[in-house]
Nanobody, 129 residues
Framework: QLQVLESGGGLVQPGGSLTLSCAAS????????IGWFRQAPGKRREGVAC???????????YYEEAMRGRFTISRDNDENTVYLHMTGLQPEDTAVYHC???????????????????WGQGTQVTVSS
C-alpha cells in the first residue's frame, strides 16, 4: 500500500517561504511519480508540481505554470521523502497541499480532480499578513 504523510505547512507572511515534506512508506520514492496538488476552500484541486520516477523514467520535474520559478520539487532517496520548497508565497497560494503518488506525473499535474492514485490527508498552508 502506497502511503504518504505530509508535513511542513503553516502560517507565513506574503513573500515568505515554506518547505513541505512528503514522507513515503511501503514503497521507494524513486520508483513512482510523486507530486503535489492543492485545494483551496470552495475551489477545485490544482496541480502544483511533480517529480518523475528516477528508476522507471528520467526523474524530470514538472510544474504548473503559476508555480514555475517560485516552487522547487526535490527527492531524497535515502530519506524516502519528497520536498516542495515554496518561495514568494502569496495569499492566493493558501490551500491544503496534498502529496500524491502514481506511476506517472501526468494526472497529478494535469488532472488532479480525476486523480485515481494515492494521496495523503494534506498540510495546510496559509499566507496572510
Amino acid at each position: 500500500q502506497l502511503q504518504v504523510l505530509e508535513s511542513g505547512g503553516g502560517l507565513v507572511q506574503p513573500g515568505g517561504s515554506l518547505t513541505l515534506s512528503c514522507a513515503a512508506s511501503g514503497f521507494a520514492v524513486r520508483d513512482y511519480g510523486i507530486g503535489w496538488f492543492r485545494q483551496a476552500p470552495g475551489k477545485r484541486r490544482e496541480g502544483v508540481a511533480c517529480i518523475a520516477s528516477s528508476s522507471k523514467s528520467d526523474g524530470s520535474k514538472y510544474y504548473e505554470e503559476a508555480m514555475r520559478g517560485r516552487f522547487t520539487i526535490s527527492r531524497d532517496n535515502d530519506e524516502n521523502t519528497v520536498y516542495l520548497h515554496m518561495t514568494g508565497l502569496q495569499p492566493e497560494d493558501t490551500a491544503v497541499y496534498h502529496c500524491a503518488v502514481q506511476e506517472w506525473c501526468d494526472d497529478i499535474i494535469h488532472a488532479p480532480n480525476s486523480f485515481s492514485g494515492s494521496w495523503g490527508q494534506g498540510t495546510q498552508v496559509t499566507v496572510s499578513s
